[in-house]
């Protein structure tokens, strides 16, 4: 089993900047391909940005390219997502999740990963 924690979310203005992480424990002896995810209220939850066992090949949604970048420290167990250039829109609740040992590469749907972190809010006021 491997647990998942994020921190790093709160209120910030439009045009701001967080910076999440996402600390994992358990079983960490294997590295795994990490993904962010983010769900509004109301809404399904979807995929943010997803890094690869040895962080290089990561990947975006669109609407975060540019903005976005995720990055990990293998040593810590931690990933991280860096968030610059804050939206309204951006406001949610963001997951970190960690695919299974013996998955390949990254994936960009939910059903892809194993462990769910219990999130952590970002509200982004205009």
């Known amino acids: 089993q491997v647990q998942l924690v994020e921190s790093g979310g709160g209120l910030v203005q439009a045009g701001g900047s967080l910076r999440l992480s996402c600390a994992a424990s358990g079983r960490t002896s294997s590295t795994y391909a990490m993904g962010w995810f983010r769900q509004a209220p109301g809404k399904e939850r979807d995929f943010v940005a997803a890094i690869s066992r040895s962080g290089g090949i990561t990947d975006y949604t669109d609407s975060v390219k540019g903005r976005y970048t995720v990055s990990r420290d293998n040593a810590k167990n931690t990933v991280y997502l860096q968030m610059n250039s804050l939206k309204p829109e951006d406001t949610a609740v963001y997951y970190c999740?960690?695919?299974?040992?013996?998955?390949?590469?990254?994936?960009?749907?939910?059903?892809?990963?194993?462990?769910w972190g219990q999130g952590t809010q970002v509200t982004v006021s205009a």
């Open positions: 999740a960690a695919r299974g040992p013996y998955a390949r590469g990254t994936s960009t749907y939910s059903g892809g990963y194993a462990y």
